[in-house]
């Protein structure tokens, strides 16, 4: 058995919200994670999917300590980091980086190609030889597939996919153990898209890598994830291997959202039965009683509202969150 390289126990993300009402201003608290508790192995994938504010970028910001848990914490190679301070940190952030979704975004345009992968290793003190530093970092563009030649370039000079390619050769110039890859491809073309997954594959092979990638496409996270946690407003409502999760989903949400995959045979897509969900995501400022998804759920009763169920094992690979499933 993989061991355990992050936990994630009982986290909550509660921010604080200024609302108006009739006469005054008013707080109120948004539930951006509620409760999430999971783990990812050395070396594997773990895909997070789920809507658009479900909370999995802001789970990801957590397990890499951008921002403390209200509740909860999060442990990296057994180091509690939300106890750590900023001298302790600094040495775990060599082992954990991240790649964010928008690679226009993310690159500073003032810097060339060269000085952006160069910054993590000037900030760690890694090669302090400039002309070695030179050589590692054309290294690295190699090894992420491009001409390292574009040392001197500016990031206003490449395409999107290249960009990403970039990014990415930024977060591996420190020999990290662990990233975030937090939706890398969903701003790039569909072609560019199965370049970088197989990219992110052949780099998680070569060095050891355990990756969180979070998306919203789950035909996307089949392709590259081991196992796969699918959240919905804050909760994590199912976590299975790939291959069951896709295969055989329990919870009421996983269900509806792989029947929103197309499937690229006219014949069979025409033909298959849709899970429509009724409704739209509630407010995580004013989320429902007992089970968050009873509003939408086709299965849920009157013990949904009073009963917040919590993840419970139905298989050797599977664990859901339903009161309605055992």
């Known amino acids: 058995m993989s061991k355990s390289l992050i936990q994630i126990n009982n986290v909550k993300m509660h921010y604080k919200s200024s609302g108006l009402s009739l006469f005054r201003k008013s707080q109120q608290t948004v539930k951006a994670l509620d409760g999430v508790t999971l783990s990812i192995n050395e070396k594997e994938t773990l895909g997070l999917v789920g809507e658009s504010g479900s909370g999995k970028t802001t789970l990801g910001r957590c397990v890499l300590n951008l921002i403390k848990p209200t509740e909860g914490y999060v442990s990296f190679n057994g180091l509690i980091l939300n106890e750590l301070n900023s001298k302790q940190m600094r040495s775990i952030r060599k082992q954990i980086q991240i790649v964010f979704q928008d690679p226009y975004a993310s690159l500073n345009p003032r810097m060339t190609c060269g000085d952006i992968i160069a910054e993590p290793i000037i900030i760690h003190g890694l090669i302090p030889n400039k002309t070695e530093r030179e050589h590692k970092i054309k290294s690295l563009l190699e090894t992420v597939g491009l001409n390292p030649n574009i040392i001197n370039r500016y990031p206003n000079e490449f395409s999107g996919g290249q960009r990403q390619r970039i990014a990415i050769a930024r977060a591996l110039a420190i020999n990290?153990?662990?990233?975030?890859?937090?939706?890398?491809?969903?701003?790039?073309?569909?072609?560019?898209?199965?370049?970088?997954?197989?990219?992110?594959?052949?780099?998680?092979?070569?060095?050891?890598?355990?990756?969180?990638f979070i998306a919203h496409d789950l035909?996307?996270?089949?392709?590259?994830?081991?196992?796969?946690?699918?959240?919905?407003?804050?909760?994590?409502?199912?976590?299975?291997?790939?291959?069951?999760?896709?295969?055989?989903p329990k919870h009421p949400y996983t269900k509806a959202l792989i029947s929103a995959i197309p499937i690229p045979d006219p014949t069979l897509e025409s033909q298959r039965k849709r899970l429509i969900l009724k409704g739209e995501v509630p407010s995580p400022i004013n989320p429902p009683s007992g089970c968050v998804f009873r509003t939408r759920c086709p299965i849920a009763d009157e013990k949904c509202s009073t009963t917040n169920p919590t993840l419970k094992k139905i298989s050797e690979t599977q664990h859901v969150s339903c009161l309605k499933i055992s």
């Open 176 to 212: 990290p153990k662990f990233i975030v890859l937090d939706e890398p491809i969903s701003s790039l073309d569909v072609s560019i898209q199965a370049q970088i997954i197989n990219l992110l594959k052949k780099l998680q092979r070569q060095f050891n890598l355990t990756y969180l």
């Open 219 to 248: 035909s996307v996270v089949s392709n590259i994830s081991n196992r796969v946690a699918v959240m919905y407003l804050g909760h994590i409502v199912e976590i299975a291997d790939t291959a069951d999760l896709y295969k055989n």
